[in-house]
């Protein structure tokens, strides 16, 4: 058990690009999750995959913001036409549904727009 | 908006017993408490859950009041290590779309 992975773990950009992380969770993990969080406040839930499926994508922030889990393993978040709002850390979870969750978190990628 | 409320911080004494409030009033019959904590720029850290017992790991325990308006997570002895921001949450299992809140930032002192 190597841990929920996220990749780059650092992204610095200019306003109007594009961007895409990845998340690799635990390798057993039929869920995993996608947050947003600005500094001084908790984790902000954006969406969220059961297996393949997006169960939940009405908070993600606008539609600039996608989330794909195309073989139910490692997923992917996008931001089109990244602003200078789109600064802060995205963190990645996964989890094992039983009933209860417990959530493990990656280290998240910071994203910088500039 | 949170639904739950917990004082934004705390503190304590390295080898005292930390107690951390959480109120979450509106909770339902199939929501569980979970507690977590954010050590600064790293990913949450889970620490504990419950849905009417308390509850204890090697980490912490967990005391939920009989009406579940209230728990407690309580760290025996803490150390300097604790000191983190803790989020307590209430969340269902079968929809699960947790709300964090600021949580409280313990700090753990010598």
């Known amino acids: 058990d190597t841990g929920v992975s996220q990749d780059p773990r650092h992204k610095i950009t200019k306003r109007g690009q594009n961007v895409t992380f990845r998340c690799d969770p635990i390798?057993?993990?039929?869920?995993l999750y996608w947050y947003r969080q600005t500094l001084g406040q908790g984790p902000e839930f954006l969406t969220y995959?059961?297996?393949?499926?997006?169960?939940?994508k009405s908070r993600l922030l606008s539609d600039r913001f996608s989330a794909e889990r195309p073989k139910g393993s490692f997923s992917t978040l996008e931001i089109q036409r990244t602003e200078q709002g789109d600064s802060a850390m995205y963190l990645c979870a996964s989890s094992q549904y039983r009933g209860a969750e417990t959530q493990y978190f990656g280290p998240g990628t910071r994203l910088l727009v500039l | 908006d949170a639904k739950t409320t917990q004082p934004p911080s705390m503190d304590c004494a390295e080898g005292r017993a930390a107690n951390l409030p959480c109120n979450h009033s509106?909770?339902?019959?199939?929501?569980?408490v979970y507690w977590y904590r954010q050590i600064h720029s790293q990913g949450p850290q889970y620490i504990i859950h419950?849905?009417?017992n308390n509850e204890t790991n090697e980490m912490a325990s967990l005391i939920i009041t009989e009406d579940r308006k209230s728990s407690t997570l309580i760290l025996p002895h803490a150390t300097l290590r604790d000191t983190a921001v803790y989020y307590c949450i209430v969340a269902s299992g079968g929809s699960y779309i947790p709300t964090f809140g600021r949580g409280t930032s313990l700090i753990v002192h010598p």
């Open positions: 995959f059961q297996n393949e499926a997006q169960l939940e």
């Open positions: 509106t909770i339902s019959g199939n929501e569980y």
């Open positions: 419950g849905l009417k």
């Open positions: 390798s057993e993990h039929n869920r």
